[in-house]
């Protein structure tokens, strides 16, 4: 598989379907202002750089997080849909 | 229960019925301008990174707390309709 | 009474009536281009945290202040309005 | 004299009549693009927090002093017209 | 061939042609809402200053990236048609 | 003379006529897109306060200076046009 | 020759004509959503100030550098079509 290194506080996400979602009891309703999604993190950036340190991301490959519908970029890796998105842009982390 | 993290300075509150605000005596007249609403906090983010260092949040899990109404991001977790706001958007906690 | 604690730098304010305010001798002309009103500061955050310490507000409970009047947010505590700014919406302390 | 205390880095200014200002050989032409205008400091704040530091205020009590002419927010002081502006709203001292 | 340094935190990038891209297994849908690119990271700057210290670059010389197709600016080197972007509007780094 | 002490990172310039300037062989072409003016440095403020340290401005009293036209305000000072500009808005000293 | 010596981090260019250009190699495409030109450094500002320190310029005094067409401000020094930016809008140094 194609490995895609997000940089600084980026984050490859891959989205999960609307089944597997029910599955977990998170539902996002129709009538939503801002509708999250949820998506597993597949890769994280190193962090971002402030004051000459680099700031370690708090998520985690492996984690299933919410994150805001329109953010970030689409890219295919391998026939696979993903997203970069910035770490800002996750709501939150979803523990089962 | 499905355990949603919320990531930064990110809070996820439950709103409360109007019955259980006038309870308490707080209430939002017709006219305001900008309406806050009365929700209870179920988790808390870990808190926004400045200069390296994490400063944690001042509200905690269980506070009843004053939000701006049009604030945050509207999910629903095991059929409860749920708010992920960053903490900015609260505006105080309740007392009673 | 219900107890409001404002969070960070936000101020909780009793709006002062027309009559008390001219007694105080402080009048806003009807021309004024920006309309201050005179308000008791009623209960304050702890302060907005920089570079992970925390400023403490100037004003204290108790004070009499001047504040921007279409500054903050409308509440109703116990059947009195009340109003929450930040603290830069305040433009002075009135002392008599 | 009802006690005005401008918060932060605000000060509170009485402005100057036109007569006063021609003596003083400061004029401010017709055709200025933004006109200032000349005032008295009457009371200044304790100055601006910075990283936990307060800056105090360069201009004091007494001073003379130009600002933009529709900077500040006007009030009346025991039948005094006054204006509260920003001390970054002031140009210059004037000396005489 | 002509020395091209970019400046600070900006990099010197070929984009790379599309039979080459689906090769790699990176494939930019059509629908995609902000259509990144893939292309190789020929030069560097020496990475922006921040209170005094310079913070390198995460890219390096050699590097295929994927960026923002609307990113950066355009030059012609030797022939060669080159683009000069700043990092952030690099997404990430490709390793096959 | 009225004596104008501008404030903080503010200068007083002495706007200098077009014969005065052709001499020193700096001319403006009718057709730039921002036309800059040259003036003479009347006094200067003791400069912006960062991280509670003041930073003294560049320019001199004396300095002839090159500004953007459209920077700053007029003010009349003994009959003589002024202008106040932040140092910001003053692109270089000409020296001859 | 008049002297000009940019203030802070403005440096002082005079702009290379097309057919020097084409001989470096360097050739900016017709199409180029934002142009870019090839210029000499003339003089360069002290640097910027940041927390007190001076940060000096990363271009030098006969670099050849690669800048935004549209940046800065055209002066005309003796007689010489001349041009002021600050550092950020010049892209590469040009190494031959």
Partial sequence: MANVQPLGDRVLLQPLEAEEKTKGGIIVPDSAKEKPQEGKVIAVGKGKVEDGKTVALEVKVGN???YGKY?????????EEMLIVKEEDILAIIKK
Avoid: A
């Fill in 64 to 66: 299933r997080v919410l």
């Fill in 71 to 79: 953010s970030g970029t689409e890219i295919r890796v391998d026939g």
